[in-house]
């Protein structure tokens, strides 16, 4: 049954039917004041971008945006992880299909980790349980 593929990147697993992909959170980058989180101004717009040297994510985000979305309620959220998180990154897990049964079980809990690069590092939010984002409307 083609439900049960192997994971094909460290960033998403479809292992069930649930379709999971690690985010990042970009304002995690900020708190943890990550010496690979760039910003940049475009001369041509005067608008400033900020993105990761990593390529953890590769998205450049327009600083302007983020700020006014994180004035606002939800935030800005996260974006797709494009890499392995390395342990300090702030990445979330996100689900696609919520469900139950058999076909929804996890069977790849260590998805959730970054255990595979460094046992001690960080663990995803799991946002099927509504956790609460550090710092978030504070
Ligand atoms: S994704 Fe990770 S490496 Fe990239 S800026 Fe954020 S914390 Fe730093
Ligand atoms: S719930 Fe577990 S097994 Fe299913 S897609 Fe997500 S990480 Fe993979």
């Known amino acids: 049954m083609a439900v049960r593929s192997e994971t094909k990147q460290a960033t998403e697993c479809r292992q069930c039917c649930t379709f999971c992909d690690k985010t990042i959170q970009p304002r995690g980058c900020i708190e943890a004041n990550c010496p690979f989180l760039y910003t940049y101004e475009d001369e041509s717009t005067g608008r400033s971008y900020m993105g990761c040297l ?21 935030g800005y959220g996260g974006v797709k992880a494009k890499r392995e998180p390395m342990p300090m990154c702030p990445f979330s897990v996100e689900r696609s299909y919520e469900g139950t049964g058999a076909a929804f079980d996890c069977v790849n809990p260590r998805f959730f980790d970054v255990s595979e690069v460094d046992p001690g590092g960080y663990r995803a939010f799991d946002l099927r349980d509504g956790a609460a984002v550090p710092g978030h409307g504070s």
């Open 54 to 74: 990593q390529k953890v994510f590769d998205a450049e985000i327009d600083v302007e945006i983020f700020q006014h979305a994180e004035r606002t309620r939800a």
